[in-house]
C-alpha cells in the first residue's frame, strides 16, 4: 500500500545549500524513550564579582596582566592563542601534507558582571557589543584573510570560563567551513543571478521555521538544521561583513539577538548552552554571493540535561536529527522572548 509522505514522521533527508552536505531527518526516533547520559544541571550563579575569575575586572590573568577595572565589553590578546602572527611553515610533504597557519586571537569580555550572559544584556549594552564585533573585524580584516567572531557558552560547549565572553580569531588563511559556503553562494549566484540567502530569507518570511524578524534582521531554524534548535541569523540588507552594518540594524541586531537568547533560555529554564559565530565575507576578496549571517549550535534536544550526540552514523555516515526544523522552530516560537528569571 503506498503510502503519502509525512515530513514530520518519514525519515528523510535534506540538502545543506551553505555547506553542500545531507542531513538525514529522522523524525520518528524522538518518540524513543531515554537512558542515555544526563548531564550535570548548570552550576548555581555566582556573585557579580569573582576573585578567583580570569576576565573579571581588576583580577590577574595567568600571564600576571591585571585586567583594568572596565565598564563595558574589554578586549584582550589571547593569553593561549591558537594562532600567532610570527610562526614558521613547516615543510610540505605529498604523503603527510602540512601548510603554516598565522593570525590572531583575541576575547571578549561582554560585561563587567560575571552572572550576565547576552539575553541578560540590555539593548543598549547588547549594542555596544555589537560595535565591539563590528571594529575587530574590521581592524583585523585590513590585514588577516578572515576574522572569526564566535562564543561558546557554557561548559556542556567547552567554555573555560563561565564569565561571558566570546572570541575573535584572525588568519592568514580561509577556514574549510567558510571557503565552503564561499564557493556554494559563488555558485548560486553565478547559476541564478542572485543571492542566495537572500532567496532563502523571502521563502522563510512568515514560514514554519521562522523564530524571529525585524525590519533588518531574520533568525529561522534552517531547512538543514544539523542540531536539535539551531538557528540560522541572516541580514536582510546588503552587507557582507559586520563592520558594514548601519546603525539601524546594529540596533535591530541587539534587539533580535535578546528575544532569540531568550527564547533559548526560556525553553528548558536554563542558561542555553551554546556556540554562536558570525560567517562575513572572507577580507580581501569581492564578496560575490554572499550575505552576512551567524549560525547559532545549540547541543540541547530534550531538556537541560539531556543533550544530542554526533556519534555513530553522524560521525561515520552523515549528520541526523529527530526532531524536525519545523518542530524545533514551533517549540522556539512558544518560548517568550522575555527573559522569564535569572536562570
Known sequence: MSMSFDPADHPHRRRNLLSGEWVLVSPHRAKRPWQGEEAPPPAPRGARHDASCYLCPGNLRMNGERNPDYTGPFVFANDFAALLPDTPSPDDDPLFPAAGARGEARVICYSPDHTRTLPELSDAERRVLVDAWAAQSAELGARWAHVEVFENKGAMMGCSSPHPHGQVWASDFIPQHVAREDETQRAWHAARGAVLLDEVAAAEEGGPR?????????AIVPWWAAWPFETLIIARDPVLRLEDLSDASRDALAVLLGRLMARYDNL?????????????????????????HAHVYPPLLRSATVRKFMVGFEMLGETQRDLTPEQAAERLRAASPILERQI
Not at 521562522?210 to 531574520?218: Q, R, S, Y
Not at 542558561?271 to 572572507?282: C, R, V
Open 268 to 292: 528548558f529554564a536554563t542558561s542555553f548552552p551554546y556556540s554562536f559565530g558570525w560567517h562575513g565575507a572572507p577580507h580581501g576578496g569581492d564578496g560575490v554571493g554572499w550575505r552576512l
Open 210 to 218: 521562522l523564530v524571529e524578524a525585524n525590519d533588518h534582521w531574520l
